[in-house]
């Protein structure tokens, strides 16, 4: 009798880290939508440039894919690969595309190698200066409740970077003292992988009459006295008529393993009504202990990474996680990001590069504040009138 079928053993099954009752080439679940993924960026913080990255491995279509970008004010440029998860499936490279884990929870290396798609380039190394911390779990259901739309958990760190990048033939050195990193890694069912499905009925929060605020922003800070620490919120605003859900979790990080939880979030801000841009703003901040703080952020110029670039939730079709054969390689450059039509393609969730000023400490930060704003928000003079979802 059979007992099952098993799948084909890995080098990882040598090490005693199961977890399901199977190899490691497979996860317990069957949804096409399982994904595992990291995502990361490293940026100047004058705001002069940004190196943007990711890789996601879909177990259960046979698929990993990767990308790695270069902003520089509006212009953006990206080499997106993507190959069979069975061509080897101990690795998560693909193609130009390499991800090193030196030192577990604490320091990677991302590279991509010089292609003839785009003229971009870069070798980076990422360490942590703070531990890596752990988000709340992502569990949505559709408004119905019977569908669970997301199912994933993530940590995320902030740190520094050392290396170099290539843009157009010229070589810019990245040192931990002028340079910032944050990076995440996450797995689960997330929404937006490959093709929408079409045969099921669809999503009230995706409907054009929902409102959505959704913000995702760590920090780096460092004090007059050259101390350093981290903050980072996650913040979820869905509302209709007769329906209202807020999520909000934050909290300030410190490098011995301290969080200082964050109780409320109200963010005031401002957006280009023409692109959605973020233009700067002030999070108004409610501790736990019941104090208040303020994080004022203005944007580093005009660059930030639109994570359109690496797949996600892009509005053409070139989602993240479609099977594209055994490797495919390619590239594509947008001189103006900002123009309506180029975000009509990317989508408007990007990386607004942003300096933030802490009320309570008076110290400097830098990071990539992630926004996606639709419908109507007369607080933020924002007309109903927009990009598409």
Not at 2 to 10: A, E, M, T
Not at 261 to 286: M, Q, S, T, Y
């Amino acid at each position: 009798m059979s007992g099952g079928s098993i799948g084909p053993l890995l080098a990882a099954d040598e090490g005693f880290n199961h977890q399901i009752v199977d190899t490691f080439a497979s996860v317990a679940h069957t949804d096409p939508a399982w994904t595992e993924k990291v995502c990361g960026m490293a940026a100047a913080r004058d705001g002069s440039l940004q190196v943007g990255f990711g890789f996601g491995k879909y177990v259960n279509r046979n698929v990993v894919d990767g990308y790695g970008g270069v902003s520089r004010g509006v212009a953006q440029w990206a080499v997106q690969a993507s190959r069979a998860l069975s061509h080897a499936p101990d690795s998560i490279g693909v193609g130009p595309l390499h991800y090193e884990v030196i030192e577990p929870l604490k320091r990677i290396r991302v590279r991509l190698e010089a292609t003839d798609v785009q003229p971009i380039a870069f070798d980076l190394e990422l360490e942590g200066i703070v531990p890596c911390f752990v988000e709340a779990r992502e569990d949505r259901r559709g408004l119905t409740g019977y569908r669970r739309t997301a199912d994933q958990i993530r940590y995320h760190q902030t740190g520094h970077a050392r290396g170099w990048v290539e843009l157009e033939g010229r070589r810019t050195e990245v040192t931990p003292d002028t340079w910032i990193m944050t990076r995440d890694h996450s797995w689960g069912i997330r929404p937006a992988v490959g093709q929408p499905l079409t045969d099921i009925a669809p999503e009230p929060v995706d409907s054009a009459h929902m409102r959505v605020l959704a913000i995702w922003n760590p920090l780096y800070f460092q004090a007059a006295d050259g101390s350093t620490y981290a903050f980072h919120q996650y913040y979820l605003h869905y509302a209709a008529a007769g329906f209202e859900q807020k999520q909000v979790q934050g909290h300030f990080e410190y490098a011995d393993g301290r969080r200082v939880p964050v109780a409320a979030i109200e963010p005031a801000l401002r957006f280009d009504p023409r692109n959605r841009r973020l233009l700067g703003g002030v999070f108004h901040l409610r501790m736990a202990d019941g104090s208040t703080r303020e994080l004022r952020a203005r944007p580093l110029g005009d660059t930030g990474f639109y994570l359109g670039g690496g797949g996600y939730h892009r509005l053409d079709g070139k989602n993240h996680g479609s099977y594209r054969g055994p490797l495919h390689v390619e590239g594509e450059h947008f001189a103006d990001c900002s123009q309506p039509e180029v975000v009509a393609i990317l989508n408007q969730f990007r990386d607004c590069m942003i300096e933030v000023v802490d009320s309570a400490t008076g110290a400097t930060g830098w990071g990539n504040c992630q926004t996606y704003v639709s419908g109507a928000w007369p607080e933020f003079d924002l007309p109903e009138l927009g990009l598409p979802a």
